[in-house]
């Protein structure tokens, strides 16, 4: 509550007039800061009808920092004369003082100066006026005195142009008595005590009216990172489409699932370690199905299944090397070969969203760590149709309808296609992630039947998170450097499906 002998004191000034009184004009007579005058007149209205508070608006114009200076020193451009002597001053030396650069331009105006570019040793400026009117500094300190009204709008415009003068509203109550205004003050009850019940006393108590808008103490919990709260969003529109989510709880994997398998050679850059991060211990694998490990090694180094394979020695050294996982596709490997030992071929909708581990440059937009969102369709006869099909329903549940395709390569899948879209914001096409038919390389040797085709696509959570949010870094959102506090205001992702 406010000061007790300030509400006193409020009450007793109500009580000497008949119309009432404006807080402001309180504050002023009392001499007292005016927030501590709105205080006493909040506690008073807390109190029920004791006074009648009209809040109301008033403008006033105000002197800024540099116009209090001015309205005590004088204005810039007399400044300048002032300090100028007989002989005149160099054009570099008056440009060093603290009002040279505004006061040369203003008293070149008002023509109280002259610039010589001819003289000896460099520019001169010499005065051309002895004495002269500081109009500026005048009408500030009518301002100041409180006799703004008496200049014109056009006056008063200029110096706020000038930032010498600024035009504030106050906020002020027009206070009046209400229907239970008394001088003396009787402390409300808050709450009603067991002795008060017992006793009886709470008959003759008044008690305080309860604030049913009053806004509750927010309870500490948990809060999910944007991250999280976008891929449930993802996780949801795959699972409405008939979508199984594949186990993606490796992060370590062996180079054989995730480069072999998917008939990317041994010598392709990806596999180097300015690219991939290679484990030391232990750093290999050695459970492998020997059968299909075989027919992979064959289809590199000879070819089959239609195909000549790459022709070169394949290494069963280097499809032992484990790594941190470079993609999800090595999962989808793992479930396309679970998916061809079945006794009978059923078709399947697979999805993962998971962390991925590449050896990148880190900047902006890139880290060594990111999570990838991964789509597999496994059925007869899947056509680039179908493809294209699913990508435009996938996409048009994220709210994104401008789609287009453009040819890509990619060692495992053929065709392959970059999937754009049209960014409103940016006014441009911009790419949203890879797709492409899986290659019979990988598929044949898992087992799986010749007229069965696998069509998937990818893309990045990071990228659409960072859309979403307003985040241009992503190391903001992902990393020691990111703001907890973030977390706990970003609001809950609703993509305009």
């Known amino acids: 509550m406010a000061d007790t002998g300030l509400v006193e004191t409020l009450l007793q000034r109500v009580e000497k007039v008949d119309g009432g009184l404006d807080s402001q004009d309180v504050a002023t007579s009392l001499g007292v800061d005016h927030q501590a005058i709105v205080g006493a007149v909040k506690s008073l209205q807390a109190l029920g009808d004791v006074i009648s508070a009209e809040q109301r608006s008033s403008k006033h114009w105000e002197l800024t920092g540099e116009g209090c200076e001015i309205a005590e020193q004088g204005s810039h451009e007399a400044r300048v004369v002032s300090s100028i002597p007989k002989e005149g001053m160099p054009q570099s030396q008056l440009m060093k003082l603290a009002f040279g650069k505004v006061g040369f331009s203003k008293a070149m105006s008002n023509k109280w100066i002259r610039l010589d570019k001819g003289h000896e040793g460099g520019p001169r400026i010499f005065k051309t006026v002895e004495r002269l009117e500081d109009l500026v500094r005048d009408k500030l300190l009518l301002v100041q005195k409180g006799q703004a009204s008496q200049l014109e709008e056009k006056e008063k415009n200029e110096l706020k142009k000038r930032k010498l003068l600024s035009e504030v509203t106050v906020k002020s109550y027009w206070i009046t008595k ?237 065709p392959s296609m970059e999937v754009f879209s049209y960014h409103e914001g940016l006014k441009k096409w911009v790419e949203l992630g890879n797709s492409g038919v899986f290659r019979p390389e990988m598929l044949l040797p898992m087992g799986l039947p010749e007229g069965v085709t696998v069509i998937a696509w990818g893309l990045s959570l990071e990228r659409p998170t960072m859309i979403k949010y307003g985040i241009n870094n992503i190391r903001e959102l992902v990393g020691h450097k990111v703001n907890l506090q973030m977390v706990y205001d970003s609001p809950v992702c609703r993509l305009d499906s």
């Open 178 to 414: 209400g229907s239970c205004f008394s001088t003396t003050i009787t402390k409300q009850e808050t709450e009603l005590t067991p002795e008060m019940i017992a006793s009886g006393s709470w008959k003759e108590k008044k008690f305080k009216p309860y604030n049913f808008e009053a806004m509750g103490v927010a309870p500490d919990c948990g809060h999910l990172h944007p991250l999280m709260k976008v891929r449930t969003q993802f996780r949801q529109i795959f699972l409405e489409m008939g979508f199984t989510e594949m186990p993606t709880n490796n992060f370590i994997e062996s180079s054989f699932w995730n480069f072999d398998s998917l008939f990317q050679p041994q010598q392709h850059p990806a596999r180097d370690q300015h690219d991939t991060f290679f484990l030391s211990d232990p750093a290999q694998a050695h459970e492998f199905p020997q059968d299909y490990l075989e027919r992979v090694r064959k289809v590199h180094s000879e070819g089959g299944f239609g195909s000549q394979g790459y022709k070169y020695d394949w290494k069963i050294e280097e499809a032992q090397k484990n790594i941190l996982r470079t993609h999800t596709t090595a999962v989808s490997a793992r479930m396309l070969y679970k998916l061809a030992q079945q006794e009978k071929f059923t078709p399947v909708k697979y999805f993962s969203i998971d962390r991925v581990f590449r050896n990148e440059t880190l900047d902006a937009t890139h880290l060594a760590e990111f999570h990838q969102i991964e789509g597999v369709v496994a059925d007869y006869g899947l056509t680039l149709g179908d493809l294209m099909g699913i990508l435009h329903q996938f996409f048009n549940k994220l709210g994104i309808t401008k789609l287009r395709f453009k040819p890509a390569y990619n060692p495992y899948t053929e």
